[in-house]
Structures are given as structure tokens and as C-alpha cells.
């Protein structure tokens, strides 16, 4: 459980200290690949609190959201048109939606029973 959270602690530490400059044709690709990486890493958070999560899912479903949102903006890089923006919505409400379902698990874990005792109480078992 820690080692993931001090890998990240340490990612970060060291991308605060590393100046990386990011092309401005390549912003948009990097910001799609930022919202898929914490749409990822929030879904299979969430998974994992759920008790369902899949490693084959977790890693095909980076590869291929991202591919996708990259082939839109492409697509829309090509069009002239900024498509890209639509994923940009759709991963910021998942990702949202997932913070959600995080933190009210979080809450009923740490501020009441689990939520499989409170259902079988509210079924009347």
C-alpha cells in the first residue's frame, strides 16, 4: 500500500524539480494524457475499494482511452476544429464522479460500518 503512494510522492517531487518545457503543438496531446492517466488511476482506486479490480482491465483501459482521446484531438488538430475538448469534459466528469465515490467510501469506512453491513440492516437481514 505505501510503495505506490511514495512512488507518486516521488514522481511529483521530482517533476516540481525538473524543468520539462512541453512543445506547444504536443499541450493539448499532453493534457488528454494527464486527464486519462488520473481517469486510470481514479477508476482502478475505485475498483479496488469496490472489490472488482482487474490489472488487464485497469491497463487496457490507459491504453485505449488514451489512444482515443490522442486520435480525436488528432482528428481534430487536422479539422481544425477542437475536438479534443470534449474528452477533456468527459475525463474531468469521471474523474470527478470517481472522486466522488472515493471519498464517500473513504467517509463510511472510517465514519460508520461498511457498507455491506448497512445494507444487509437496511434489507432487514
Do not use: C, H
Request: no cysteine.
Amino acid at each position: 500500500m505505501w510503495l505506490p503512494v511514495m512512488g507518486l510522492l516521488a514522481g511529483v517531487l521530482l517533476g516540481l524539480l525538473v524543468g520539462v518545457e512541453i512543445p506547444l503543438g504536443l499541450v493539448k496531446y499532453t493534457a488528454i494524457a494527464v486527464l486519462a492517466a488520473l481517469d486510470t488511476l481514479l477508476g482502478g482506486l475505485r475498483a479496488q475499494l469496490e472489490g472488482r479490480f482487474d490489472l488487464v482491465v485497469f491497463t487496457s483501459g490507459f491504453v485505449v482511452n488514451t489512444s482515443f482521446a490522442a486520435l480525436l484531438t488528432a482528428i481534430g488538430d487536422l479539422l481544425g476544429v477542437d475536438v479534443y475538448l470534449g474528452a477533456v469534459i468527459v475525463f474531468s466528469m469521471r474523474i470527478f464522479n470517481n472522486v466522488s465515490f472515493v471519498r464517500r467510501d473513504l467517509l463510511r469506512r472510517f465514519t460508520r460500518e461498511p457498507a455491506g453491513v448497512a445494507a444487509a440492516q437496511a434489507e432487514g437481514r
